[in-house]
């Protein structure tokens, strides 16, 4: 069975790599530019993984995470923080919130790959 | 009362006791109880005289209230004890002082020409004051042995007192001719008749109060009935007059003697600083009730100098009337006592042994200088008494005890400038002190002492009407015309006033001498230059056979061997006598000072040791130790200020560096952002070209095409980071007066092409009014295409337009550009020129962020402004608005501005 | 800063009392008592002056006391 992957990312080229890599995985990816459209998508599709960028328009990664975390539909969504600022205060408030990885940009490839399939296998 | 001879028996019984408590406390020195704090507050008490004892009475029953002050003075002294009296106990042992005179000689370069001014102005001052002791002992002799009326064994009596007095004061008084030594027999009687006269007059008190009245309620309605109505009696002679006791109770040379002189624990001074008063207290409690009831019970007419002996009298306690006799006595006898030691001192110090110095000048000092000191104090102890009988026989005998006592009282108060001048006014010199004494003496002889003495007289009386030589403004009660102040209060005003006047002017007019400013020094800090402090500067030599046949003369061989034994031992010296060095023979020169005053001992060491040489650079040394140690200390206290700002200005740099360290944290870590989002892509793709080969062409190229454009957007965003922190440093942009217009033209071009493929309509509206600002024409220009190009990349309108429009108003040139987009929303509003900030819209546009941070920077470094027009409704508005200027002159200014914004503000 | 001893401050208050206590004595403040009042039967005036007359004793006491402690502890 194939990972469900919602990707929460306003940069056009990251968020197309992102789906390039993953579909290559065999994953079933869809794709939210900014935090609001990304919990829409998330209570439509309720993914395996998602993959939340920190600095997204409207609604912040962090702030989709603790609505993810508190919702007791989507609570079971595996969620992968992506960030460019890769300070260490931004991993503690990651764990702090309950996410389950935690990868700074710019990422390999395999990586992401990688995290997601286990994430997905866990779900 | 019984007969006359019990009254004499109970006298002489008495007058034996003392002798006795005298001769045993002599033999006793150094005893117990004699060193203690009691024994010494209680000879203080040798101030209330038979002044106080009867004539107190005498004042209350004709004054009122007066009669306090004479004891709120000495009151108000002693609790400010700690600023004078225990600075005048310290000079005095540091300098072995022997009388008010030495002292202040002493101070003001050891002149034995000062000395013997203040012992003249003693002895004028005392004369009467004794007389009116003597007055008050035959008087009461008189009153109580009931025999008023035989006038003619007033004098006998008066003579016999006197010469009893004069025999104990020689036996008790004159033993030693050390100040050092203290007269315990004399201060042992004295303290035993503080005990006597309190007891005494507290015993007719209660007399007054519960036998003859019925109790406090009708004393108080006697006292009502009987004083002046209250309102009356506080004007300027009430201030006068406890200025008057103040200034008395530290100059009258009794009170130095057993104040100063006799104190042998500067410690005993503390108790006696309210132990003294609360005695005066006690003293004054009975006073008023004693003259009330007299005044209501006595016969009209009776003598209220003498309430205290005839009040009991009339209320038959005999035994009470006894009491208070010897009381008086007590009062009278222990004034006299302490007055002719103290003057006699004074006398054979300050007149009869300079006169000697002087006959034998150029000689060595001959003879028994000890012998002859004792001897001639002797004689003075006897002049000084017949003077006191001589004025009681023949001077004025209409005045009452108190005013007699006030003459005195003022007569020593001239010494008071002096006396003040020398403990706290560096700068008061010889000339200043003479000056003020003898003019304040002359006022006080002419004004008050004359008058009283010569009040019978014909020619006086002339003198008193019109004026010496007919001029009416030397009249001796109105001086200058001035006739509002009573006489005592007239001559207090005239002498003290003149007294100062002439100190602080002849203190002004010339320069302390070396002497004079080594003693200024060491009284005027005698808190601090300690005993041995300026007396290494005094330099002589003598051998130390010479000195010790001077020391011999004057103190006795066995004293003087003690002193020479002594220093040696003290300052590990194995000979006998010690080396005549400079130390030692200043140390000599002190110690004979105690028996012949520091005049005397300085004009004798001089014989034998040659003059002193001060050397006058540690002398200035010295005198300016306490200033340099003042200015130390404010030094000190100015540096730690010093410290206490750096600190706090390093504080708020460092408070201003943190936050500027957190904001370039926070840069950092955009621009970290900023950075790492093309990479993203960037490696992401070129990771997939690289590992996937059978990806397509078109995808691979549109991958490619991705890689290129994020390579790019990252090659302007390291070119706009280098920007903004140029422009933030404001280098590489000379600022000249050019024209706002040229660089919007310019820019207005520039974006022409950029609106035409975005099909926006630019309406432009400029003011023909020609303007020049300072600034720089590149950089203004990239301010306006950068607003201009935002305006056009973020209009997203149907029909697209931006509307550029240019005004002059209140000196500022503004440019309004304005879209008919959207807008900007309230939340982006307050953003926008934040950096890294694109607004929350999703664009293709793939700027940094930069682009408004920039713009507005530049615009404040030519004192300008970038801001987005709240007003706008549709679509948004910004201004840019530019000082106009029209000259170059404020350049400066512009440039001050450049540099001194705040780093906060430009990172 | 200059620290303010309790000898330093107690000297201060050695020089004050005595003019303070002058003042109190002298017009127009005594003024102020010497009227016909009385208290329990004895003139104002006169028990004003005791009264004032008894705590400056009493200051002098206190003052004298606290002046010798201090002297004792304070180094110089």
């Not at chain 1, 595996?78 to 600022?85: E, G, H, M, N």
């Not at chain 2, 042994?353 to 003075?380: E, F, N, Q, Y």
């Not at chain 2, 002439?502 to 601090?528: C, K, M």
Request: glycine share 6%.
């Amino acid at each position: 069975m194939s990972v469900n992957v919602l990707i929460a990312e306003d940069e056009q080229n990251i968020a197309e790599s992102l789906r390039f890599i993953l579909e290559q995985a065999g994953c079933d990816v869809r794709h939210a530019l900014d935090g609001e459209e990304a919990l829409k998508e998330a209570r439509i599709s309720t993914p395996d993984v998602l993959i939340l960028d920190v600095m997204l328009p409207s609604l912040n990664g962090f702030d989709v995470l603790k609505t993810v975390r508190s919702d007791s539909d989507l609570t079971d969504i595996a969620v992968l923080i992506l960030t460019a600022k890769g300070q260490s205060h931004d991993r503690k408030t990651a764990d702090a919130l309950g996410a389950d990885a935690f990868v700074t940009k710019p990422f390999s490839n395999s990586e992401i790959v990688t995290e997601v399939l286990r994430l997905g296998a866990k779900s | 009362m019984s007969s006359l001879n019990v009254v004499i028996l109970a006298a002489l019984g008495y007058a034996v006791v003392l002798f006795l408590v005298a001769f045993i406390s002599d033999r006793s020195t150094r005893s117990g109880w004699l060193s203690s704090p009691l024994v010494y507050t209680l000879s203080i008490s040798v101030y209330c005289t038979s002044w106080t004892f009867y004539g107190a009475v005498g004042s209350a029953a004709r004054n009122g209230l007066e009669f306090a002050t004479i004891y709120i003075g000495p009151t108000l002294v002693f609790l400010g004890f700690y600023s004078v009296l225990r600075k005048l106990l310290r000079i005095r042992r540091e300098n072995n002082i022997t009388s008010i005179a030495d002292f202040i000689s002493s101070r003001y370069g050891k002149s034995d020409l000062i000395a013997a001014t203040v012992t003249i102005i003693a002895v004028f001052g005392a004369a009467p004051y004794i007389a009116l002791q003597l007055k008050a002992i035959t008087t009461s002799f008189q009153v109580i042995g009931g025999s008023s009326d035989t006038v003619g064994s007033a004098p006998i009596t008066a003579l016999w007192v006197a010469a009893g007095l004069a025999l104990f004061t020689i036996i008790f008084g004159t033993r030693s001719i050390d100040a050092n030594e203290r007269h315990y027999g004399v201060v042992a009687a004295i303290a035993v008749e503080a005990i006597v006269k309190l007891v005494a007059l507290i015993g007719v008190g209660l007399v007054a109060v519960y036998h003859v009245a019925d109790g406090p309620q009708d004393i108080f309605n006697r006292i009502a009935e009987t004083m002046p109505p209250p309102e009356e009696g506080f004007g300027v002679r009430w201030i006068g007059l406890i200025l008057l006791s103040g200034t008395a109770v530290l100059c009258l040379p009794r009170q130095f003697q057993v104040t100063v002189v006799e104190n042998d624990n500067e410690r005993h001074l503390f108790t006696a600083a309210w132990l003294f008063p609360l005695y005066l207290f006690l003293m004054s409690l009975f006073i008023l009730p004693i003259a009330a009831v007299g005044a209501t019970t006595l016969p009209p007419g009776s003598n209220p100098d003498m309430f205290v002996l005839t009040m009991p009298l009339a209320a038959g306690r005999d035994d009470i009337a006894l009491l208070a006799f010897l009381g008086g006595f007590s009062s009278a006898t222990s004034m006299v006592i302490v007055s002719c030691i103290a003057l006699s001192t004074m006398i054979s110090n300050h007149i009869v042994m300079p006169l000697t110095l002087r006959r034998t000048a150029g000689l060595s000092v001959d003879g028994d200088v000890r012998g002859l000191l004792l001897k001639s104090r002797r004689i003075a102890i006897c002049g000084i008494l017949f003077v006191g009988f001589l004025y009681l026989e023949f001077g004025p005998q209409s005045a009452g005890l108190a005013s007699i006592g006030l003459v005195a009282f003022l007569g020593v108060a001239q010494v008071l400038p002096a006396l003040l001048g020398a403990l706290f006014w560096p700068r008061a010199n010889r000339r200043g002190a003479m000056l003020g004494l003898s003019v304040g003496f002359a006022i006080w002889t002419y004004t008050l002492l004359l008058p009283g003495l010569l009040a019978d007289a014909k020619w006086w009386q002339q003198v008193a009407q019109v004026g010496p030589f007919g001029i009416e403004a030397l009249r001796p009660d109105a001086l200058f015309g001035l006739t509002s102040l009573d006489p005592l209060m007239h001559a207090f005003f005239w002498s003290i006033s003149a007294n100062v006047f002439f100190f602080v002017l002849g203190s002004l007019s010339r320069d302390l001498n070396p002497l004079e400013q080594l003693q200024s020094t060491l009284f005027v800090d005698a808190f601090r230059s300690g005993s041995e402090g300026g007396q290494r500067l005094v330099g002589r030599a003598a051998s130390a056979d010479t000195l010790f046949d001077l020391a011999q003369r004057v103190m006795g061989a066995n004293q003087a061997y003690g002193i020479f034994r002594n220093y040696a031992q003290a300052h590990n010296q194995k000979a006998e006598f010690p080396v005549p060095d400079d130390a030692f023979i200043n140390h000599l020169e002190r110690r004979m000072a105690s028996s012949v005053g520091a005049a005397s001992a300085r004009a004798m060491i001089s014989r034998v040791a040659g003059g002193e040489r001060i050397s006058l650079d540690e002398l200035v040394e010295i005198a300016d130790e306490t200033a340099r140690l003042m200015e130390y200390s404010t030094r000190i206290e100015q540096k730690s200020r010093e410290i206490e700002e750096t600190a706090s200005k390093l504080k708020s740099a460092n408070e201003r560096l943190v936050q500027i360290d957190a904001q370039k944290d926070e840069f950092l870590s955009q621009v970290s952002h900023e950075l790492r989002t093309p990479m993203t892509s960037i490696r992401s793709f070129s990771e997939i070209l690289a590992q996937n080969n059978r990806i397509d062409d078109d995808k691979s190229r549109y991958f490619m095409d991705i890689i290129h454009d994020e390579s790019v957007r990252l090659t302007r965003l390291l070119d706009e980071i280098l920007d903004i922190g140029a422009v933030e440093r404001g280098d590489d942009f000379p600022v000249t007066l050019i024209d706002p217009m040229v660089a919007l033209k310019r820019a207005v071009d520039a974006c022409r092409g950029l609106a035409a493929s975005a099909n926006v309509t630019i309406i432009e509206e400029y003011t023909d009014q020609p303007t020049t600002t300072l600034a720089n024409q590149d950089r203004l220009t990239q301010v306006f295409i950068n607003i201009i190009s935002n305006a056009i990349k973020y209009n997203d309108a149907v029909n697209p337009k931006i509307e550029i429009d240019t005004s002059v108003a209140a000196g500022t040139f503004h440019t309004s550009v304005s879209d008919n987009g959207s807008g900007i929303s309230e939340h982006d509003a307050t953003l926008i020129f934040d950096k890294f900030s694109r607004g929350s819209k999703p664009t293709n546009e793939k700027g940094a962020g930069l682009g408004l941070a920039i713009s507005r920077t530049i615009a404040r470094k030519f004192g300008g402004d970038v801001v987005l027009s709240p007003k706008s409704k549709t679509g948004a508005q910004f201004i840019i608005t530019l000082p106009i200027t029209s000259e170059l002159h404020n350049q400066s200014n512009m440039e001050d501005a450049l540099y001194t914004k705040p780093l906060t503000e430009s990172i | 800063m200059t620290k303010l001893t309790p000898l330093r401050r107690l000297k201060d208050i050695a020089v004050i009392a005595p003019i303070f206590g002058f003042l109190l004595l002298i017009p127009p403040v005594i003024g102020l008592f010497a009227t016909e009042a009385t208290v329990f039967g004895a003139p104002l005036v006169l028990v004003y002056l005791f009264v004032i007359w008894l705590a400056l004793i009493l200051i002098a006491a206190i003052l004298s006391q606290r002046l010798s402690k201090a002297e004792r502890d304070d180094p110089k």
